[in-house]
């Protein structure tokens, strides 16, 4: 690959623009090739352009600096974005104490409390597919599995997931945005899910539920420095929520599947070795990594890695480059769930803002995972398909499935 030097940036400058939707698996190889072109690469696909720092180290070492890297804005296509997100873009010592609000409910403890739910809502769901014998996974599954699943969570009708799928849709249109048009949907998207979770909040205040299974309850009684939260604050956290925990999962499914629609032979160990779908997931995560890069913005002017960096300008930080660097990982690119040291991927981030969702991320896949195999063992990729990921964060649009 060949790419122009940046005398003023002193680094590479490449003009990918990973917004754009994709051939499927291509986006990854090409983040790797700019990986390994120096430490910091120069991305001018943008209005402002922004400074990716992909490999292993340099990924796990700028994550820890948020004195000088904060998470203001962690969109790196765009250093002005207005979609406000709790608790992602506040920075420590806030962040601490709003994430001390919202750990007990992501905790292992609290995800067991839901896994009959979500075993209920993956046995229904499946059992309505395995009859029509070819579905696309992506819609028909992978999107109503989680949406259904935090739905009930929050306590809030499951048939409420046609009306709010497509603010989510609208919502990373915002994030990854190339036209005004794009951004105002996103806009409107976020004043429906405003008076959507607004009503529940209502709901809550005038008849709250228990605070230790309740979210919107446990919002409600939350005090951060003795204040309790504003109500726009409870609000933005059910929405980042919400956003962040449904595309992520729906993603996750559609390589996964494709994964096992493609490589018989790690199927057929999977089903007969259920117990090993922890492994399974973490490796699938390492190797096709959704979220490409964590956004940071530099808080005054500083050098990145030798670059210099303006107040306001954006740094890449590339997980799924990071997760497939030799430096780091021996055969980066083959799929080994026997590997040692299988959880050290940063698919699920690092440092203060490492995925909240994570643990209930794993048990989602297990379970959806174990209750789909036991029902639909064998089935293909259905013959044809033309596959395409989107760009900004990965995910498989479509996958077409069939079996006899
Ligand atoms: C396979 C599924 C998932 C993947 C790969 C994933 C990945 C990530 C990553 C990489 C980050 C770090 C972002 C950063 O540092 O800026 C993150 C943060 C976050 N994730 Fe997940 N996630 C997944 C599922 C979920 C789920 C199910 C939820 C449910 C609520 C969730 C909620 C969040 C939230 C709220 C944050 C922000 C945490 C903070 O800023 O302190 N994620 N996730």
Redesign the pocket.
């Known amino acids: 690959m060949t790419s122009e030097f940046d005398a003023e940036r002193r680094c590479p400058v490449v003009h990918t623009d990973y917004r754009r939707d994709r051939p499927a698996f291509t986006t990854i190889p090409q983040l790797g090739e700019e990986r390994e072109l120096a430490p910091a690469v120069w991305n001018d696909s943008t209005e402002h352009g922004f400074l990716m720092v992909q490999r292993y180290d340099d990924v796990m070492e700028l994550l820890k600096q948020t004195d000088v890297l904060v998470?203001d804005n962690?969109n790196a296509f765009d250093p002005h974005m207005q979609i406000p997100l709790i608790?992602?873009s506040l920075n420590p010592p806030e962040?601490t104490k709003v994430?001390r609000v919202l750990n007990p409910f992501?905790s292992p403890a609290a995800v067991k409390r839901l896994e009959p739910l979500a075993r209920e809502r993956a046995e229904s769901l499946i059992g309505a597919l395995a009859e029509k014998k070819s579905v696309d996974l992506v819609s028909e599954f992978a999107i109503l599995y989680?949406t259904e699943l935090f739905l009930a969570l929050l306590g809030l009708p499951t048939e409420d997931g046609e009306m709010v799928l497509p603010w989510v849709e609208a919502i990373f249109g915002g994030f990854f945005a190339s036209t005004p048009e794009e951004l105002q949907a996103a806009g409107d998207a976020v004043a429906s899910f405003n008076e959507y979770f607004g009503k529940l909040v209502d709901e809550r205040s005038a008849d709250p539920g228990d605070p230790e299974i309740d979210l919107v309850s446990r919002l409600l009684v939350a005090e951060i420095d003795g204040v309790p939260m504003s109500r726009e604050d409870i609000l933005v956290t059910c929405m980042?929520?919400m956003t962040?925990?449904l595309d992520?999962?729906r993603s996750?499914l559609g390589y996964i599947f494709h994964q096992l629609a493609t490589e018989p032979d790690v199927r057929h160990r999977m089903v007969n070795e259920p117990e090993s779908w922890p492994r399974f997931i973490e490796e699938a995560?390492r190797v096709n990594s959704?979220?490409i890069q964590?956004g940071r913005q530099v808080k005054e002017d500083m050098e990145v890695l030798g670059c210099p960096m303006k107040a306001g300008e954006m740094v890449w930080l590339g997980?799924a480059a990071a997760n497939r660097d030799p430096r780091k990982f021996e055969d980066p690119d083959t799929f080994d769930m026997d590997r040692e040291g299988l959880n050290h991927h940063l698919?699920?981030?690092a440092g203060?803002?490492?995925?909240?969702?994570?643990h209930?991320?794993r048990a989602?896949?297990v379970i959806a995972l174990e209750t789909w195999h036991k029902v639909i063992p064998d089935y293909r990729l259905s013959p044809g398909a033309e596959l395409t990921e989107r760009g900004g964060q990965l995910r498989l649009q479509t996958l077409p499935l069939e079996w006899d």
Do not use: K, Q, Y
């Open positions: 998470s962690v608790p992602n962040h994430r992501f989680p980042t929520l962040a925990g992520t999962t996750a995560i959704l979220i964590d997980l698919g699920f981030g203060v803002h490492r995925c909240i969702g994570m209930l991320a989602e896949l």
